[in-house]
Every structure is written in C-alpha cells, then in structure tokens.
C-alpha cells in the first residue's frame, strides 16, 4: 500500500509542477490581454488631449499591432536558437519598458514609440507562451493546459477593464497633495497615464517567476542536449515516459530534412495553410472591435461613459466563464466541435448586432445582450482553439518558426481592424461594419467542417506523423 501511495503522491507533485509551468508561461497571456484591453479605456482621453483624427486614433490603438508583427517575425526564429525561455524572459523586460515609457511620455510620437515597443512583446509572447506549454504538457492534459494561455488572455483583459474603471473613479474623487505635482498629472489630469503605466506590475512579476522554469525539453532534444532534457522531463512524467518521449522526438527528428522549406510540402503544406488561415481569420471576427472600441460603441447605444467602461467589465466577465468552460471541455469534446459551434454563435451574434444597429433600436442593454453572446461563443471556440491548433501542428524542429507564420497571420488581422475600424464605423457605419465581420468568418465555418483533423489525445510526435504520412 504505502509503495502504490507514493507511486500516487509522485504523479501528483509532478502533475502539479507541470500545472505550475504552464501557469508561469500562461502570464505571457494575461500581458497580452491586459496591453490589448488597458487601450480601451484610454482612447478618448489621448485623441481629446492630443487632438486627433480617425486615421491618427487607429494608428493610436494599431501601433502597438505593428509591434506584435515584428515580434512574432523574429521570435520564431531566435526561439529556434537561443530557446523558449530566454526569450520570454526579453518579453518581460519589453512589456516594463513599454508601461513605464507611455506613462512618461512627452509626446503622442513618443507615446506611440512605447506602444510599438510594447507590441512587440505581445507579438512573441503570444507565439513563445503557447509554444512553451504545448511542448512540457501531457498529451491527455495539453488542450487544457494550453488553453490556460486564452483563459489569461480573459484574465488580463478583464483586469485592464477593472483597472481602469477604478482609475478613472480615483481621477475623479481622490485629491491629491500638490496639485501640480507629477503623480497628480499621472493620477488625475491625464488618467490615461496611469492606465498604460499599471502593466508594470504584472510585467515584473512575469520576469522574476520565468527564471523558475526550465528550458523546454523538446527543444533541448532538437538541440542535442538530451541529458538536460531526460532531467527536465524527469521532473514532469516518469523515466520511462521521459525516455519515450526523448526517442520519439528523435526519431521524427530523423525523418525532417531540407530545413524550414519541407513544412511547404506534402500534409505540413496543409498544416501551414490550416495555421496562417484560421489564425487570420479569428482576428478579423470583430473580436477586436469590442475590446479596442466596446466603450465608444457602447456610448453609441445610450450609454455614458462611466457606464460604457462598466458594460467592458461585464463583456470581460462572461469571456472569462466562457473560457473555463473551453478549458473544462477541450480535451473532452475535442477541438473541431467547440470550433464549429462557437464559429456558429458568432456569425449569429454578429448579423444581429448589425439588425440592431441598422434598425435604429433604442435599448443599449438589447445590444449588450448580443454582444456578450458573441463574447461567449468566441471565447470557448475561437479563442482557446486557435493558440492549441498552432501550439501541436507543427514539427518539432522548425516548430518555434513555423508557428511565428500563423502568429504573424493573426497578427496581421488584429493590426488591420485595429487600423481599419474608425474608417469602418464612419464609413460603412456600425450595421455595415458588423456584417462584414460575419460575412469574413464563415470561411472558419467551412474549415472547421471539412479540413481541420481532431488533435486531442494526441502527442505532439503523433500528431507529427499524421502529417508526415499524409498524402502529398
């Protein structure tokens, strides 16, 4: 009995670590959520105080998008080299330098300098953090764990939301000793500093927890340091699994060759396609649209301003419980069909949005209602399903690479709403605006119909060899 009980406790200690890295990666995620959304409550503020039009406001909220398109360029690429954990460390570091610059900064150029920079650790923690979890995770646990990823994505966005709620109530109740004084400017005149300047704290935290986590095993096996990848592996699952896992990832190892070109041909042709698609198309959903623009849509609707930002702290609530439900059901319902009825809602939500909008309906809380529907379907299908997809279809040698290509999709979708949306609203107006979104997403639909193949339960090394013995 007491050997069958340690043989249990061991298992536990290790599942719990393994539950720890994947926590510590997924702060990567919350950073990511919390940049995107922290610019939502600030938009105002930064286009009255700096006078600026619609094209100057999206270059305002896409700067940073352009940022994340440059880091997902090159953090493939020196992940490959130099590893998943030194350059999440550098993340780290961009995302303080980008906080503390646009709370101090003397001008709109600097201030959109500072977002760019910030950008760019978004742009690689959004490809490094999945990647790092998918490649230390169980198969029977990888979805959930990966999901993690998303579900701090909802987590920061909701505490940017709540953030700046409080901020802008301490703007304007609290005053200040020496009105003229920098913390009084930081605080009350010009709130929006403070805003951007609160991603310091979780940045730091970020980069003191990464220095206890190890170096991914698996791309310290493609590296051929297989005695520190048997001791990290060790450590998560049992010496004969560590030692399987080891031979696998040789193995598949063997039969890669002509470098990064040889993802271009036969099933990992079809891998690439499915990737860069599908991670495009989750961006150009309208997602982005609510979380960049919910406020002024929200006072469009009838509501103030006050209660505009309440209405994001709702939105941030139901893709928080949206997301646990991914999470609960990924490994168990599988990826295609949470992918598939989420993608559904969405299109549904979207044509109603736009009914709503296009009808002139004076009632705000009906359009709420419509949009946490949308919320709720994209956050336990597009959400989660897209950063597991692109953490498992790729081969282990070329994967930190390969995986920067779908990221750079899908951040080039964000970056082109991000710009794209002020002229939208204007121009096609907010009905317009949304049937668009729901025209663009039903290719998703197909996709997830017809081509995506069902990765749960999966290894990493299984998966490999599905499209490795796939038909050219």
Same mark, same amino acid.
């Given at each position: 009995m007491k050997m069958i009980s340690d043989i249990f406790t061991t298992r536990f200690m290790k599942s719990r670590y393994v539950t720890f890295l994947a926590i510590v990666a997924s702060l990567g995620g919350f950073l990511f959520g919390y940049d995107t959304a922290v610019i939502s409550g600030t938009i105002n503020f930064v286009v009255d105080q700096y006078e600026l039009d619609s094209v100057m406001e999206g270059w305002y909220v896409s700067s940073a998008l352009l940022g994340c398109i440059l880091g997902v360029a090159v953090a493939?690429?020196?992940?490959?080299?130099?590893?998943?954990?030194?350059?999440?460390?550098?993340?780290?570091?961009?995302?303080?330098? $980008?906080?503390?610059?646009?709370?101090?900064?003397?001008?709109?150029? =600097?201030?959109? +300098?500072?977002?760019?920079?910030?950008?760019?650790? +978004?742009?690689?923690?959004?490809?490094?953090s999945p990647l790092y979890i998918s490649e230390i995770a169980p198969s029977h646990k990888r979805g959930s764990l990966v999901a993690l990823y998303q579900f701090a994505i909802t987590v920061g966005i909701l505490v940017a939301y709540f953030v700046n709620a409080y901020l802008l109530h301490v703007s304007k109740t609290v005053t200040l000793t020496g009105d003229a004084g920098l913390s009084h400017t930081i605080l009350?005149?010009?709130?929006?500093? &403070?805003?951007?300047? =609160?991603?310091? %704290?979780?940045?730091?935290?970020?980069?003191?927890?990464?220095?206890?986590?190890? !170096?991914?095993?698996?791309?310290?096996?493609? !590296?051929?340091?297989?005695?520190? &990848? *048997? #001791?990290?592996?060790?450590?998560?699952?049992?010496?004969?699994?560590? #030692?399987?896992?080891?031979?696998? +990832?040789? #193995?598949?190892?063997?039969?890669?060759?002509?470098?990064?070109? @040889?993802? @271009?041909?036969?099933?990992?042709?079809?891998?690439?396609?499915?990737?860069?698609?599908? &991670?495009?198309?989750?961006?150009? $959903?309208?997602?982005?649209?609510?979380?960049?623009?919910?406020?002024?849509?929200?006072?469009?609707?009838?509501?103030?301003? =006050?209660?505009?930002?309440?209405?994001? %702290?709702?939105?941030?609530?139901?893709?928080?419980?949206?997301?646990?439900?991914?999470?609960? !059901?990924?490994?168990?319902?599988?990826?295609?069909?949470?992918?598939?009825?989420?993608?559904?809602?969405?299109?549904? $939500? *979207?044509?109603?949005?736009?009914?709503? @909008? @296009?009808?002139?309906?004076?009632?705000?809380?009906? *359009?709420?209602?419509?949009?946490?529907?949308?919320?709720?379907?994209? &956050?336990?299908?597009?959400?989660? %399903?897209?950063w597991v997809l692109l953490s498992e279809i790729y081969p282990s040698k070329i994967r930190g690479t390969a995986m920067s290509l779908a990221t750079l999709s899908l951040w080039i979708g964000t970056a082109l709403v991000g710009q794209m949306t002020p002229w939208l609203l204007e121009n096609l107006k907010p009905h317009g605006t949304f049937w668009l979104f729901a025209l663009v997403t039903l290719p998703a639909l197909y996709m997830g119909i017809k081509v995506i193949p069902e990765t749960k339960g999966k290894s990493l090394e299984e998966i490999e060899r599905y499209w490795l013995n796939l038909k050219r």
């Amino acid at each position: 009995m007491k050997m069958i009980s340690d043989i249990f406790t061991t298992r536990f200690m290790k599942s719990r670590y393994v539950t720890f890295l994947a926590i510590v990666a997924s702060l990567g995620g919350f950073l990511f959520g919390y940049d995107t959304a922290v610019i939502s409550g600030t938009i105002n503020f930064v286009v009255d105080q700096y006078e600026l039009d619609s094209v100057m406001e999206g270059w305002y909220v896409s700067s940073a998008l352009l940022g994340c398109i440059l880091g997902v360029a090159v953090a493939g690429v020196l992940s490959d080299w130099f590893g998943r954990k030194r350059i999440l460390l550098f993340t780290g570091l961009l995302f303080a330098i $980008s906080a503390v610059g646009c709370m101090l900064a003397t001008s709109y150029a =600097s201030l959109v +300098v500072y977002r760019l920079i910030g950008g760019v650790g +978004v742009g690689m923690a959004s490809m490094l953090s999945p990647l790092y979890i998918s490649e230390i995770a169980p198969s029977h646990k990888r979805g959930s764990l990966v999901a993690l990823y998303q579900f701090a994505i909802t987590v920061g966005i909701l505490v940017a939301y709540f953030v700046n709620a409080y901020l802008l109530h301490v703007s304007k109740t609290v005053t200040l000793t020496g009105d003229a004084g920098l913390s009084h400017t930081i605080l009350v005149d010009e709130v929006w500093r &403070a805003m951007l300047g =609160s991603e310091t %704290v979780p940045a730091l935290l970020f980069f003191i927890l990464l220095f206890f986590v190890p !170096k991914s095993p698996r791309w310290l096996t493609t !590296k051929g340091r297989e005695n520190e &990848a *048997l #001791q990290v592996l060790n450590r998560m699952v049992s010496e004969e699994e560590a #030692q399987r896992e080891i031979e696998e +990832v040789k #193995q598949n190892l063997e039969k890669e060759s002509g470098g990064f070109a @040889f993802i @271009f041909h036969g099933g990992f042709k079809l891998a690439v396609i499915i990737g860069v698609s599908l &991670a495009f198309l989750t961006q150009i $959903s309208g997602v982005n649209v609510i979380i960049y623009y919910g406020p002024r849509i929200l006072e469009e609707a009838g509501l103030q301003v =006050s209660e505009a930002l309440g209405g994001q %702290v709702v939105i941030g609530v139901v893709n928080v419980l949206f997301t646990i439900f991914a999470i609960w !059901k990924i490994d168990r319902l599988g990826r295609r069909p949470l992918l598939i009825v989420g993608v559904c809602g969405i299109i549904c $939500s *979207l044509v109603m949005i736009g009914i709503f @909008f @296009f009808a002139d309906i004076s009632n705000p809380y009906l *359009l709420m209602s419509f949009i946490l529907f949308f919320v709720a379907c994209f &956050a336990f299908s597009y959400g989660p %399903v897209i950063w597991v997809l692109l953490s498992e279809i790729y081969p282990s040698k070329i994967r930190g690479t390969a995986m920067s290509l779908a990221t750079l999709s899908l951040w080039i979708g964000t970056a082109l709403v991000g710009q794209m949306t002020p002229w939208l609203l204007e121009n096609l107006k907010p009905h317009g605006t949304f049937w668009l979104f729901a025209l663009v997403t039903l290719p998703a639909l197909y996709m997830g119909i017809k081509v995506i193949p069902e990765t749960k339960g999966k290894s990493l090394e299984e998966i490999e060899r599905y499209w490795l013995n796939l038909k050219r």
